[in-house]
């Protein structure tokens, strides 16, 4: 298990880019897959993003292919999500989280970031 805090979040206008980061406490971050999910007003949570333990992978959900970046740097226990081209649809409160190696099930979850995208 791990502790995670998110932070970067914040209000930009469409087109603009937020850097969003995830810091995790406790050991073995390396053993962890991380991801970014996303929940904006009385929508389903969803994944935005998502990055494997030895950094070899990632996945993209289609809205945001082109746009958006994940990467870790273990030696700082942190993974970034670079959100370029906001659109107002970005809208939303963003949460990591993390998912032992090998596992389906993602166990940590952060307490969330607000990135509001206004037109």
């Known amino acids: 298990q791990v502790q995670l805090l998110e932070s970067g979040g914040g209000s930009v206008q469409a087109g603009g880019s937020l850097r969003l980061s995830c810091t995790a406490s406790g050991r073995g971050f390396t053993n962890f897959v991380v991801a970014w999910f996303h929940q904006a007003s009385g929508k389903e949570r969803e994944i935005v993003a998502a990055?494997?333990?030895?950094?070899?992978?990632?996945y993209y959900a289609d809205s945001v292919k082109g746009r958006f970046t994940i990467s870790r740097d273990n030696y700082k226990n942190t993974v970034y999500l670079q959100m370029n081209s906001l659109k107002p649809e970005d809208t939303a409160l963003y949460y990591c989280?993390?998912?032992?190696?090998?596992?389906?099930?993602?166990?940590?979850w952060g307490q969330g970031t607000q990135v509001t995208v206004s037109s």
């Open positions: 990055i494997s333990y030895n950094d070899r992978s990632t």
């Open positions: 989280a993390t998912k032992f190696r090998g596992t389906t099930e993602y166990t940590s």
